[in-house]
Structure formats: C-alpha cells, structure tokens
C-alpha cells in the first residue's frame, strides 16, 4: 500500500512538472490533456518505475526497522526521513549511474524534491499500517 502511494504521487507530481515545461514553451494544455497524460504515465512506468521505487523502500524500510530496534526514535518520523532519502538516494544513484535522470522530473532540485515527497508519504503510510495495533494482533 505504501509503494502504490508513493508511486502514484511520485508519477502523478513528475506528470504535473513535464505538463509544466510543456506549458511554460506556450504549449496550452486542457484539463483532459492532463488526465491523459498522467494516466499515461501511470500505467507506462507500472513496468519500470513501480518495481524500481518497490525495491528502493524495501531497502529503506528494511534498514529503519534494524535500526529502530537499536535506537529509541519517533518511528513515523524515522520511515518518513527514510521514505524521502531512499527516493533521492535512488534518483541520485541513476543519474550517478546512467548519466541522466530516468525520470524527466528529477532533473530539477523541485522535481527531485517532490519525489523525495513521495517517499515520504509512503514511509507515513507504511509506519501507519505497520505499527497499527490492529494489524499486530491478527
């Protein structure tokens, strides 16, 4: 639940900033334009962004859960921190990588920003259920 999260706001917010370079060269753009298009990325990065971001907050999770086990800290604020710094972690590392950024988005400090957003939402999220007293005792 927590990935599907931040991979929807994440695709969402990176749709919303490539719209808005499309806008900002004159390109005027109609409210059904902008649901097509988010649409379309969020069904055409399912393939590729959606297990890239998957594997990253395993990652991320699975290193807050050892060190909350060590260390006595705000547990929602630990997995939102670590929701937000395994997505610029993850972004960083493929530009490092690659040579570019896979994702239009991220080239910009905002865009980096507002997927690093995303993760941290989905490590709100993720604290939520995975802390929650009802999940605990089934």
Known sequence: VATIAAYFIGTVLASQFALAAL????????????????AGDLFGLANTYLP???????????TTILLLRFLSLHKTALFMVSGFSSLLAIHLILKAVL?????????TFAGLLSQGFAGALGGYIFSVIFFSPNIRET
Do not use: K
């Not at 890239?52 to 699975?62: M, R």
């Open 23 to 38: 806008n900002s060269m004159g390109i005027e753009l109609s409210l059904d334009d902008r649901l097509m298009v988010m």
């Open 52 to 62: 890239l971001l998957a594997i990253t907050l395993v990652l991320g999770f699975s």
């Open 99 to 107: 040579g570019v950024s896979p994702l239009a988005a991220t080239r």
